[in-house]
């Protein structure tokens, strides 16, 4: 630790520009700070000044730089953050050592073991192949500065999960250490879920299979949860982070065989350019592994072995390659940092082998001796890191000084300042921008990274190519005047001697570089859209992008629109013509939002010269307007005719603040689940406290002495208050002036019932008299009228679920927990409040009011709500055999007839209002079976166009939370059930028929199955479940998970479309099916958990106790 703490201080103290990743990891952190400063989202913000823009942290881990920028806060801006991030990269290097040794340790190496282990850990030689060789992290190396943190969590969460597997305790602690790994490092949390498998294998027997898996699954569940806001957005929109086909082969497939195999018996993995000293340690910790045999070092010989293996990549598993998950986008090259982890432990574990052989502790003079042999094999080593950091701190001052002696820079970069902001150009590596070296005589800063060093906009060389325009960058043709305004460049900053596109305008020049004024045109233009065309995938659009541009698309200025990653078939403007006469009399460039004041006497597309992503938010003249992809890769909205003020905003992904709240709260929970509090004087602390048991118990003995009347009364306060918390966190749906889709028909319907028929409504909207009728009847305006009608259905469901539970004999209690878990569900009260013409919530009061009569025998009043029910959702007339399946057993003939009685009024009012319309159809209307497109949406689903038949298969499970789950815990009783009560088999099969044939609203169509599933889960659940406040307590909150409590939902038609399962992105859906398939599996291990078996202490003093 002396030694790297002397030798990596100029890390700190040498102020100079990266020229590796580091340059934009600062950049980052500089971002963040910034973001939190304004006010932003500091989880998810644009970028600009790189390719073009884009969201790093959406898609790349960020707790390292948030580490940076809290520390910034916490000194108060005292110290600059380029000197913060220094330091902490200085720090975590230089305590590695203490980090493996503690880690050694913790697994159980011995204390000798693990201090080889730890001084061979900063001393790897690998010849920059990004393993934990410090040639990763130092300014002449590679700036991967996250993977600093992925080190220090992947031995720590090694520890932790060993832990986990072999004494069974350290849950909390281990699903912290993942966590904090997944958001410092995502390869590296991959990796550790690789290796907890092998964990979880390596000695598992009959006797410990069932708590070993349990703990595990318990580790990465929480840990999942305290990450989601980072992995969940990143899987939901991973379609629009570039995976760049100039990246070299071997990143993605690594090396093989017969190349690894090569560097690690011929020293150059582990000790390149020297004698290979750690080499033969490791040779010698493999012959201890397999001579003395332990558990320990077997294991440890696995995982190196494992993890040598995949570090062989595509070349030698081939086709095996694809069995791991991700495969597609993996980087196997970076596998190395797996072999690196194992091949410490067992450097390790060699050194202290040859020390046992040496017999060192048979006196003190051997002991002597033994060490000094130890130090001088360390020599080559410790020689080898010296003259490598030498060369670090000499290359460094180099640099420093020539930028600093480069005048002709310092002017050009100051008069640059003082003009306008504009994007920059200062060449590419293929060009003459290589040559503006500063005269450094090695391969080190060039003028273009000082660009990003001082923040500046730019088209230069991509550092990570995370952008979908990052490659199209290297295609940039600096002699063609027309690519200056596509790629929006201002400024130019080139040699004298560089032969660049006519009419830039000189504004300085000195002996070395001219900066130049250009025509970029500006952020915001006008252009025309003359065709569109659909990528198969992202290759599939950077090819045709790039064909685009090479065909002379920017002189032109002819773009096309690409329907890429769209949620369905979508309609939208074909071409549009540019503006013959445009006029952009404003505009305001900030870092994630764009102010623009145009005009044009015709309809025309206006494109903003940045990375096209779904987060951007376009609204003109306040109101919001769908965007596009327009080519290369850029945001493009049509405009009508006139004058309008434009904004254009990114905004965070709607589940990253959620999801970060859950997770600390998760964190958090887990946190204090591991403090001991101890409390002097317990009895005067508890005496200060106030007690709200007695009140409360009060309270309860009231409510069960009067539950007829007090549980109903209850259950509709629970659905007030959940309306009264979802409100505030629930905006109104804005499109189609606040109606929605099918909301602005049943407005219509509601007009034509109050006189107004200058608008014809078409079946079978125009059918759904019941909810306009009462509408109509009101007087009140379309919207009010509804939201007034839905709040007073919703308070009435409450009553009849609670109600419904009762009848099957639930507990009061349990009867409105059920009501609580209703009262939250995404298409429940909240649709009520987001999107409230509609007739759903009175069409759910009604289902419910059916089955109560049902249930009850009350054949009348079914009929009588069947009419009302027939003219709000005429799919509710398929509850008629419900009624008659109850109760046909005891009386066959006689409950036929009665049954028959009961629906034959809702089934003529049905015909009669198609036959003899209230609401008289348009004049070209002929057939109104044909309305409902049976077929197509048949054809939908068969076919599984935009994916259907997924929608349809997960549009219960994403939506409906534990009540659809929790079933699944215990199938023999719910089949039992179903073959016992056969009238609630058929309900459940008949919502899914009318849900594939009535639509493809598929979420909307099955949220019905709540009454079933809401018997199923607490009236068939073990009465011990129930009993368990922990069990109800975690349940609960899996259930607020999964039915995406409190998620945001924009007001747009697009924010709609991606807030229902049957029409959002296919990315967002399979993100949405981890998550939830992750939180279900939770709450079936809840139900199914045994304590004794998840803790063997617990399980011990249970038996002692028995």
């Not at 307007?625 to 006139?642: E, I, K, R």
């Not at 007690?691 to 209850?714: K, Q, T």
């Not at 099918?742 to 509601?750: C, E, H, N, Q, S």
């Not at 055999?881 to 089934?907: C, K």
Request: positive net charge; proline residues 6%; charged residues 15%.
């Amino acid at each position: 630790m002396a030694f790297n703490a002397f030798a990596l201080l100029p890390e700190v103290t040498v102020a100079v520009p990266n020229v590796n990743d580091d340059a934009e990891h600062v950049l980052f952190v500089q971002q963040a700070d910034a973001a939190w400063s304004s006010g932003q989202d500091p989880l998810d913000f644009w970028v600009p000044q790189l390719e073009l823009g884009f969201p790093q942290f959406l898609y790349y881990q960020n707790l390292p730089h948030l580490v940076v920028v809290g520390l910034g806060k916490l000194t108060f801006g005292l110290i600059p953050l380029r000197t913060l991030f220094d330091f902490v990269r200085y720090v975590l290097l230089v305590v590695f050592p203490l980090t493996v040794f503690w880690s050694m340790r913790r697994i159980g190496f011995s204390d000798l073991a693990a201090a080889i282990g730890a001084a061979a850990g900063s001393l790897l030689a690998g010849s920059h192949r990004y393993g934990f060789e410090y040639d990763s992290y130092v300014w002449r190396g590679l700036g991967v500065y996250t993977q600093i943190f992925g080190m220090h969590l992947s031995f720590l969460a090694l520890a932790a999960l060993h832990r986990v597997a072999t004494r069974g305790t350290g849950v909390m602690v281990a699903a912290l250490v993942c966590a904090a790994l997944a958001l410092s490092h995502l390869i590296y949390a991959y990796m550790t879920a690789i290796t907890a498998v092998v964990l979880v294998l390596f000695g598992l027997t009959r006797a410990n299979a069932l708590g070993r898996v349990l703990r595990f699954g318990a580790v990465g569940a929480i840990a999942g949860v305290i990450a989601a806001f980072m992995w969940l957005p990143f899987f939901a929109q991973a379609g629009y982070l570039n995976v760049s086909p100039y990246l070299d082969r071997a990143k993605y497939d690594s090396f093989g065989a017969p190349t690894i195999l090569g560097w690690l018996v011929s020293g150059d993995l582990l000790d390149h350019g020297r004698l290979p000293v750690l080499t033969a340690l490791l040779a010698v910790g493999i012959v201890a592994a397999l001579v003395i045999r332990t558990r320990l070092l077997l294991l440890t010989l696995v995982l190196f072995v494992l993890w040598l293996v995949l570090y062989f990549g595509r070349p030698t598993l081939g086709p095996l390659a694809d069995l791991l998950p991700l495969h597609d986008g993996l980087l196997f090259h970076r596998f190395i940092g797996g072999v690196d982890l194992f091949a410490i432990l067992l450097i390790g574990a060699g050194g202290a082998y040859l020390w046992e052989l040496a017999r060192a502790e048979v006196s003190p003079r051997r002991f002597a001796a033994v060490a000094a042999a130890t130090a001088i094999v360390f020599v080559p080593v410790l020689a080898e890191r010296w003259s490598y950091y030498g060369d670090n701190v000499k290359w460094m001052q180099i640099t420093q000084a020539a930028i600093d002696a480069d005048t002709d820079a310092k002017t050009v970069l100051a008069a640059l300042a003082a003009q306008p902001p504009g994007r920059v150009y200062a060449g590419l590596r293929a060009n003459w921008g290589d040559k503006l070296d500063f005269g450094i005589p090695f391969n080190s800063v060039r003028l273009y990274n000082l660009l990003a060093f001082d923040r500046i906009d730019a088209v230069a060389p991509p550092y990570r190519g995370a952008s979908i325009n990052s490659d199209l960058l290297f295609d940039f043709n600096d002699q063609d005047a027309a690519e200056y305004r596509l790629f929006d460049v201002q400024y130019v900053i080139a040699p004298p001697s560089a032969k660049l596109a006519a009419g830039l305008t000189p504004i300085i020049a000195t002996p070395t570089y001219v900066l130049y004024r250009a025509a970029g045109g500006g952020y915001a233009e006008y252009a025309a859209v003359a065709r569109t065309e659909t990528p198969s995938s992202q290759f599939d659009l950077f090819e045709r992008a790039r064909a685009w541009l090479r065909g002379g698309g920017a002189t032109s200025w002819q773009l096309t629109r690409y329907l890429y990653r769209q949620p369905g078939p979508t309609a939208g403007p074909g071409a549009i013509a540019d503006c013959p006469r445009p006029g952009i009399s404003y505009v305001r460039a900030q870092s994630s939002r764009f102010d623009v004041l145009a005009s044009c006497a015709s309809d025309s597309a206006m494109v903003l010269k940045v990375t096209y992503h779904p987060n951007w938010h376009v609204t003109v003249d306040g109101r919001e307007v769908t965007t596009f992809m327009v080519s290369p890769s850029y945001l493009a909205f049509a405009l009508p005719a006139g004058q309008h003020f434009i904004t254009a905003e990114y905004r965070s992904a709607p589940l990253k603040d959620p999801l970060f709240f859950l997770g600390a709260a998760a964190a958090l929970g887990a946190t204090l689940s591991l403090v001991r509090l101890r409390v002097r004087f317990p009895r005067e602390w508890r005496a200060r406290v106030p007690s709200f048991r007695e009140p409360i118990l009060r309270v309860r003995d009231l409510v069960l002495a009067n539950e007829p009347v007090a549980g109903p009364l209850v259950a509709i306060g629970i659905a007030a208050i959940a309306f009264v918390l979802l409100a505030p966190f629930t905006p109104r749906i804005a499109f189609n002036d606040g109606l929605g889709f099918d909301g602005r028909v049943y407005a219509w319907l509601t007009q034509n019932l109050r006189g107004d028929h200058s608008i014809a409504v078409v079946p079978p909207w125009s059918f759904r008299l019941a909810p306009s009728a009462i509408v109509a009847a009101s007087g009140l305006e379309v919207k009010l009228g509804f939201l007034l009608l839905d709040l007073v259905s919703a308070l009435g469901s409450a009553w009849l679920l609670y109600r419904l539970l009762r009848h099957y004999a639930v507990s009061p209690a349990l009867a409105l927990l059920a009501v609580g878990w209703w009262a939250v569900l995404p298409l429940g009260l909240r649709w009520a409040v987001y999107y409230p013409v509609l007739p759903d919530t009175l069409g759910f009061f009604l289902l419910l009011a059916l089955m109560v009569s049902a249930l009850e025998g009350r054949f009348a009043v079914f009929g009588g709500i069947l009419v009302v029910a027939a003219l709000t959702r005429e799919n509710l007339i398929a509850l008629g055999p419900f009624l008659w399946l109850i109760h046909v057993r005891r009386d066959p003939v006689g409950v036929t007839l009665r049954s028959l009685a009961a629906g034959v009024p809702a089934v003529l009012i049905y015909l009669a209002v198609r036959v003899f319309p209230v609401v008289p159809p348009p004049p070209d209307f002929t057939n109104w079976a044909e309305r409902y497109q049976i077929d197509v949406n048949l054809r939908f689903v068969f076919e599984n166009i935009d994916a259907h038949a997924w929608r349809y298969l997960l549009a219960a499970p994403l939506t409906l939370g534990m009540f659809f789950a929790l079933p699944f815990a215990w199938p023999r009783r719910l089949l039992a059930f179903l073959r016992r009560e056969i009238h609630w088999a058929y309900y459940v099969v008949m919502s899914f028929v009318v849900a594939l044939v009535g639509g493809r609203d598929d979420d909307r169509y099955l949220y019905v199955l709540v009454p079933a599933l809401a018997v199923f889960v607490f009236h068939l659940a073990p009465s011990s479940l129930w009993r368990s406040a922990w069990r109800v307590g975690a349940l609960t909150v899996l259930h607020l998970a999964a039915v995406r409590f409190l998620w945001p939902v924009g007001t747009s038609e697009s924010e709609y479309l991606q807030y229902t399962v049957s029409a959002m992105s296919v990315d967002r859906m399979v993100a949405l099916v981890y998550f939830c398939v992750a939180l279900a599996l939770g709450g079936i291990a809840v139900v199914r958990l045994d304590l004794r078996a998840l803790n063997p202490a617990r399980r011990a003093k249970a038996e002692a106790s028995a």
